[in-house]
């Protein structure tokens, strides 16, 4: 099953780097599933045995090869497909079997009770999940939040949630390709781990048909439930809000771009605080970009931009690889002469700029800087592109009078620039009040004239 390798995508590396342990599995609550560890505990005759769920683990939560997300199915609900190469899920199990002690027990004797910890690996392959949610978002409280909370990766969800009114998984889809036969491993004794193995690959075989017709009921309403369940107590959790902390409301200053862009280490070695008074959500962030869109191939010094945003965009935009083609005009002055001299020559004169093509915007290379905050100040960054080789032109048009005119005219010259090397530097100026920064609602970041 599963010979070919999954396709690569980032959430999968996201999720690996971030989700999952070393032994790449996410160790989930067991009070997702049950409210309470032990699920059976029986008292007969022969024995009293319990047995509970110690943890529960996935693996396979990196092997993603399909994500359609948050597509809009309603006003309020949002339609997600989702497929994975595989799933594995592992059970750790506690089983106490003790003598009985009732009073027509067969076995009688104060023997310690027998403790096996065991544990159920049961693997899921091509598995596609379709989920729709409705989402109620209160947008005055989203656009109330304050940008400070924001700025630590830790008040994100929290502030974000504070804003939900409503969240409910309405459906819940569930399709799986194969399903492995279950295996249990850990039994002290190795004839009852064979003999257990044994009794539970013959039941699978015997109901496997089944489990799968079911499977697309069980989560869709067991699991959903659950879902729901869990989701809105996290909701009552996050109910309140989040607030300026403290150190933030203190923050009376201008911004260092030192301790806004850098990590608490890089900016101390820079010359900033490196007390991280701005959160770490923005040099997460100028990490993850700079890893993906700044990455460069090591034979031609190429940027990863190239091919991750600029080759895709000017070939929808423009139908042309790292190019930018705007036809016709894009100035055109005409001026009418006030005097009678002039006027005497030629009534008026026309400029026009038309049928502009650059080229060779998808080279872009190292070295290259990005908001990088500079040696010379706390309130400066520094921008630096290299690209090359490159191409621009543009259509160049005059005309003088009309044909009554001894100086009449109408000619245009195509005028091509080529350009080896193109080298930009871009340094930028900028005091920010800390204190506003902090109190920045939402509401305002993608409105120029509030900055």
Avoid at 382 to 395: D, I, K, R, T, V
Wanted: aromatic share 8%.
């Amino acid at each position: 099953a599963g010979t070919e390798a999954p396709p690569r995508l980032g959430i999968n590396e996201f999720i690996r780097d971030n989700l999952l342990d070393s032994a790449g599995a996410l160790v989930l609550d067991t009070s997702l599933f049950t409210d309470d560890a032990e699920i059976f505990d029986g008292h007969d005759m022969l024995t009293e045995t319990s047995l509970s769920i110690e943890e529960v683990s996935l693996k396979g939560l990196d092997s993603f090869t399909e994500l359609d997300l948050l597509n809009a199915i309603g006003n309020y609900t949002l339609r997600n497909v989702l497929r994975l190469d595989h799933l594995t899920v592992q059970v750790n199990m506690r089983a106490v079997m003790a003598a009985s002690s009732l009073s027509d027990a067969v076995i009688v004797g104060d023997a310690e009770p027998i403790v096996e910890h065991f544990s159920i690996e049961i693997t899921l392959r091509d598995i596609e999940i379709d989920l729709s949610v409705f989402l109620g978002v209160n947008t005055a409280t989203l656009g109330s939040l304050q940008l400070g909370p924001l700025l630590h990766s830790s008040d994100v969800v929290t502030c974000l949630l504070s804003a939900v009114a409503e969240l409910e998984a309405t459906e819940l889809l569930v399709s799986v390709g194969d399903v492995e036969p279950p295996t249990l491993t850990g039994f002290l004794d190795s004839g009852v781990d064979y003999v257990i193995t044994s009794a539970a690959g013959s039941l699978f075989k015997m109901y496997e048909a089944v489990a799968l017709r079911a499977l697309p009921n069980f989560f869709d309403s067991f699991v959903k439930d659950r879902l729901n369940a869990y989701v809105d107590d996290t909701l009552r959790l996050f109910s309140s809000g989040c607030e300026l902390s403290s150190d933030m409301e203190a923050l009376d200053g201008h911004v260092d771009f030192r301790d806004l862009l850098y990590g608490a280490e890089e900016a101390a070695s820079a010359g900033g605080n490196g007390d991280g008074r701005y959160g770490d959500l923005v040099p997460t962030v100028m990490d993850v970009v700079d890893d993906w869109l700044f990455g460069w191939d090591e034979d031609t010094g190429l940027l990863a931009i190239n091919k991750a945003v600029i080759v895709p965009l000017t070939e929808s935009r423009f139908g042309r690889r790292g190019a930018v083609v705007l036809e016709g005009d894009l100035v055109d002055l005409e001026h009418v002469s006030r005097y009678d001299l002039w006027k005497s020559f030629a009534t008026d004169l026309r400029l026009t700029l038309s049928n502009l093509r650059v080229n060779g915007l998808d080279t872009l290379r190292t070295p290259y800087k990005v908001l990088e905050p500079s040696a010379s100040g706390p309130h400066v960054v520094e921008n630096q592109l290299n690209l090359g080789p490159m191409s621009a032109g543009f259509e160049f048009g005059i005309g003088i009078g009309d044909e009554t005119s001894p100086l009449a005219m109408a000619n245009v010259v195509d005028i091509m620039f080529i350009m080896p090397e193109v080298e930009l530097f871009v340094d930028l100026f900028a005091t920010l009040q800390e204190s506003r920064l902090m109190e920045f609602p939402l509401r305002d970041v993608l409105n120029g004239s509030c900055w």
